[in-house]
């Protein structure tokens, strides 16, 4: 087992830190982007690429820190194009880059763990570029399939995924260098993260660091012009309101699901064509309350218990319809009794459907833990 391990707590504070570092990547982007008003011809086309990756498991409990004993080999071919001018947003991100992965990856312990097989389509977002050198921010988000799950008979100590399909999550900071016309090569950082959502237990999930390093071959070559002095921002303030039913596991191995929901609104203002900042409040009711809290029998049980309150700050990132939203809040007054956390984020991607109204699929966590997932609809109005 290696010897570098960190104590445990110290692995869901890393992974707040890598989220820090990317979301700093992609404001720090969008803000530069929005203030490029000049045109220019940037290096596009169609390319296949090749990477190998080597790493460890990042563990999220002491538990399983015992059983990954081995370190994560990891395999990907990915076809990419990056977008071009028919659409004005694609030159408000600087033509961002998108494609599909076929990755294949050990898990820290074959004979327990086995091994994942997974396909995602992913985008990338050029953050410096020059003539031969490219650094990007990429995030990916898939289906993964698992060789190996939780069995109480056949595998009881695989206590991190209990399903063998599950979802499929990467981030790159990704570094390129073109050495020939067409041949490249490409290195950086990689975080995965799978787990099969809250619907099956136990769903711990199996993270992973690691780096990379591979080559690339560009199929067609493709100049884009880029002009980004296309529309002006809307930078007038608006409102949306959202209701999002959802389900969820419990955490004590049982085969159960459990309906929840919630009722979240915000106060929103853009800063640029891309950001913007917002705030609300949030309403959640969690039916697994009774299951969970029963379970402990110093526990009192009341029907409030199911019910939770707090306030929230969200930035969004917008790409014409779709809007990329991250939300960090804090319980107050009810408190949510089951976690027993006073934090709680949420991931979520919007698309608006009409000028009124918006779809949305969130993942709610708290801090590093994920809890449940989250398909709503909402209303805006003011804009």
Not at 201 to 211: K, Q
Request: glycine share 8%; aromatic share 14%.
């Amino acid at each position: 087992m290696p010897t570098f391990l960190f104590k445990i707590d110290h692995y869901g504070k890393l992974k707040v830190f890598f989220s820090i570092i990317i979301t700093v990547c992609f404001l720090v982007n969008s803000f530069s982007l929005s203030g490029q008003d000049s045109t220019e011809e940037v290096a596009g086309g169609t390319n296949i690429l090749a990477n190998l990756h080597y790493g460890y498991v990042i563990p999220e409990y002491s538990s399983f820190t015992l059983l990954t004993i081995d370190p994560v080999r990891s395999l990907e071919f990915s076809v990419e194009k990056r977008l071009g001018e028919r659409n004005p947003w694609n030159q408000v991100f600087n033509h961002p880059i998108v494609g599909l992965t076929f990755f294949y990856t050990t898990l820290g312990n074959n004979e327990i763990h086995g091994s994942e097989y997974s396909l995602f389509p992913y985008v990338l977002l050029p953050v410096f570029e020059r003539e031969q050198f490219k650094a990007g921010i990429s995030m990916g988000l898939g289906l993964g399939y698992v060789t190996k799950k939780y069995d109480q008979e056949t595998n009881p100590f695989n206590v991190v995924v209990g399903s063998q399909l599950n979802v499929h999550f990467q981030t790159k900071i990704d570094l390129r260098y073109r050495i020939t016309e067409r041949l490249g090569i490409q290195s950086g950082l990689a975080f995965g993260h799978l787990s099969n959502a809250n619907t099956a237990e136990p769903n711990i999930g199996i993270n992973n660091g690691t780096v990379y390093l591979g080559l690339s071959y560009q199929l067609k070559k493709q100049s884009i012009t880029t002009d980004n002095d296309l529309f002006q921002a809307d930078k007038n303030w608006f409102y949306e309101f959202a209701i999002a039913p959802g389900f969820k596991s419990t955490r004590a191995l049982r085969d159960s699901r459990h309906m929840t929901a919630s009722a979240t609104g915000d106060i929103w203002k853009p800063v640029s064509r891309i950001v913007a900042f917002g705030i609300g409040p949030d309403i959640f009711f969690d039916s697994s309350a009774e299951t969970e809290l029963l379970s402990d029998l110093n526990t009192e049980y009341e029907p409030i218990m199911q019910w939770s309150t707090g306030i929230h700050g969200s930035i969004s990132l917008r790409y014409d319809r779709l809007r990329l939203i991250l939300q960090v809040g804090f319980y107050l007054g009810l408190q949510n009794e089951v976690e027993n956390e006073s934090i709680y984020n949420r991931a979520m991607v919007r698309y608006t459907l009409t000028d009124d109204f918006f779809i949305y699929f969130a993942m709610k966590s708290h801090l590093h833990i994920l809890d449940h997932p989250e398909l709503g609809f909402g209303y805006r109005w003011g804009k």
